[in-house]
């Protein structure tokens, strides 16, 4: 069986987030899955400028000028499926992550793509339901289940470990699973 290749995007980037916790996470949790390789995209350490192209992504042609975007487009060029790692801030999703996704388009065409939704008392859910009308729009399509960890800056003690973890790991392997199947199927 080839290696389907899965891009994490943490699309976060604020002092102090709890973020990088929920992406240590999720990438331990995934570790072991078999047939499929997983890269961390960390939007912090590749900042984009903000969005003010001419065009959308649907119509620029031939790469972008910015070095920093062209590597981010390649870099969802570059797999079968795409998990985000989405935090909630005011129903929806932050801005970091949005600036960057307004860059994309062609890029996404046919992939599969699962979210861990993460933030106050709906665990990001909003922000996902967001995601899933922009990923739609980008060409690609979601999976049905989801991570949601509501209260997030109470599920980690001091040294990054989730508390309570096993059913939030199950539903983590089994969405992750979801994608990895869209995306064979999909790319078959
Ligand atoms: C600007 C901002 C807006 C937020 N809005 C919401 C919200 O609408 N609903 C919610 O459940 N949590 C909200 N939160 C809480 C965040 O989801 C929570 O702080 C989470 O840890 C954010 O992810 P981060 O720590 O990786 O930045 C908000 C936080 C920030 C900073």
């Known amino acids: 069986m080839n290696t389907t290749k899965i891009l994490v995007i ?6 102090g987030r709890v973020g990088d916790k929920v992406a240590n996470w999720y990438m331990e949790t995934v570790k072991n899955v078999e047939g499929a390789e997983f890269e961390l995209l960390d939007l912090k350490e590749h900042p984009l400028p903000l969005f003010a ?13 910015n070095p920093a975007v062209q590597a981010f487009l390649e870099k969802i060029a570059g797999v079968q499926g795409v ?23 062609w890029e ?23 995601l899933r009308q922009i990923v739609a729009e980008l060409r690609a399509y979601s999976v049905r289940d989801q991570v949601v960890l ?16 096993e059913p ?12 990895l199947d869209l995306a064979r199927k999909l790319s078959a």
């Not at 943490?10 to 002092?15: A, F, P, V, Y």
């Not at 996404?108 to 967001?130: I, L, Q, T």
């Open 53 to 65: 192209d001419a065009v959308s992504g649907a119509y620029r042609e031939g790469k972008h000028p």
């Open 83 to 105: 998990v985000i790692l989405a935090a909630e801030y005011n129903h929806s999703v932050p801005g970091a992550l949005k600036n960057a996704l307004d860059y994309t388009y």
């Open 10 to 15: 943490l699309g976060s980037i604020r002092e």
């Open 150 to 165: 509501p209260f997030v800056w109470t599920m980690f003690d001091a040294a990054g470990k989730m508390q309570n973890a």
């Open 108 to 130: 996404w065409k046919g992939k599969s793509v699962g979210f861990v939704g993460y933030g106050g008392a709906a665990g990001g859910a909003r922000s996902v339901e967001h």
């Open 168 to 179: 939030h790991e199950k539903t983590a392997l089994a969405m992750t699973n979801d994608v």
